[in-house]
C-alpha cells in the first residue's frame, strides 16, 4: 500500500532567518507524524535548514539541479554539491522551469538522470496548460511529460522517482479541478506509467498533487484512491497552513 507524501516547494521566498524559523517549526510540529514530508527551500539556504532538519523526519529537497558535472558552469549547482549538504531529492520539470525558463523534456529527462545517478530520489513534475485543458488534451499532453522525463530509466530507478501532476492553470491561482477530476488525471498518469514500466511499478509509484492544494481542499484532495500527496507552494511558506496538509495524510 502505498503511504503519502506532502513537500513543500518554498519557490523564491523567504531570508535565512525566516527559512531556519520555520524548518525548525516544522521539525517540531511534525515529530512522530507518520509518512514522508520534504521541504525545498532556495538554494541559498539549504545548507542553513539542512542543519535545522537533520535527523529529523523531514527530507531535505531542492527547486533544481544542473544537467552537468562541477565545472566551469557559471551560476550552476551539480548533484554533487547537493548532495555534499544534505540535500536527498531534487524537484525537477516544474512548469515555472518548462515555461520561464524553457526547459524541455529533454533536458529535464537529463537532469532525472543525472540525479538518480548521484542517488537522489525524483520530484518529476508534470501538467498542462489551460489551453490544454480547453481543447480536451491533458492526458495526452501529461502522457508526453512522462515520457520524456522517464525515458532510459530501468524499474529499478523508478522507485526513487515520484510524479507531480501539477495543472498549470491551477499554481497559484487559488483555482483547482474538483477532488474526482484530479483522481481522474492520476489514474490516467498511473496508466501511462503501467504501459512504460509494468503495473507493478505503476501500482507502487506515488503521485502527488500540486496546485493551489491548501488547508481547506487538502483534506479532499489527499482521500482521492490515486492521489498519494502533495506539492504544496504558497501554502507550505507558514508552518499554520502546511502542517495541517502534512496531517490530513496520517
Request: aromatic share 6%.
Given at each position: ?32 507524524v507518520d509518512?514522508k514530508?520534504m ?10 535548514v539542512?542543519?535545522?532538519v537533520k535527523?529529523?523526519?523531514i527530507?531535505?529537497?531542492?527547486q ?5 558535472e ?13 548532495k555534499?549538504?544534505?540535500v ?10 518548462r ?10 529527462n537529463?537532469k ?15 501538467g498542462?496548460?489551460y489551453?490544454?485543458k ?5 492526458e ?12 532510459g530509466?530501468?524499474?529499478?530507478q523508478?522507485?526513487?522517482v ?20 484530479a483522481?481522474s488525471?492520476h489514474?490516467?498518469?498511473?496508466a501511462?506509467?503501467s ?15 500540486g ?22 507552494g504558497g ?6 497552513t502546511?502542517v495541517?496538509?502534512?496531517?490530513y495524510?496520517v
Open positions: 500500500m502505498r503511504t503519502k507524501y506532502v513537500a513543500g516547494n518554498w519557490k523564491m521566498n523567504m531570508d535565512k532567518a525566516g527559512a531556519v524559523a520555520l524548518a525548525s517549526e516544522l521539525v517540531e510540529q511534525l515529530k512522530g509518512n514530508f521541504i525545498a527551500p532556495p538554494f541559498v539556504y539549504l545548507d542553513a539542512a542543519q535545522v535527523g529529523s523526519n527530507i531535505l529537497g531542492a533544481n539541479i544542473a544537467a552537468t562541477n565545472g566551469a558552469h557559471t551560476g550552476e549547482c551539480s548533484a554533487a554539491m547537493l555534499d549538504i544534505g536527498e531529492t531534487v524537484i525537477l520539470g516544474h512548469s515555472e522551469r515555461y520561464e525558463f524553457y526547459e524541455t523534456d529533454k533536458l529535464i537529463i532525472v538522470r543525472m540525479a538518480l545517478e548521484h542517488g537522489l530520489d525524483v520530484v518529476l513534475c508534470i498542462e496548460l489551453s490544454h480547453v481543447a480536451g488534451v491533458t495526452a499532453v501529461c502522457e508526453m511529460q512522462v515520457k520524456g522525463g522517464l525515458d530509466l530501468t524499474k529499478e523508478l522507485a526513487h515520484t510524479i507531480a501532476y501539477e495543472p498549470i492553470w491551477a499554481i497559484g491561482t487559488g483555482k483547482t479541478p474538483t477532488p474526482e477530476e483522481n488525471i489514474k490516467s498518469i498511473r501511462s506509467i504501459n512504460l514500466f509494468g503495473a507493478d511499478v505503476a501500482e507502487n509509484i506515488k503521485i502527488l498533487y496546485g493551489s492544494m491548501n488547508a481547506k481542499n487538502g483534506k479532499d484532495l489527499l482521500a482521492q484512491s490515486d492521489i498519494d500527496g502533495g506539492l504544496i501554502a507550505s511558506l507558514k508552518s499554520e502546511f495541517p496538509i502534512c496531517k495524510t
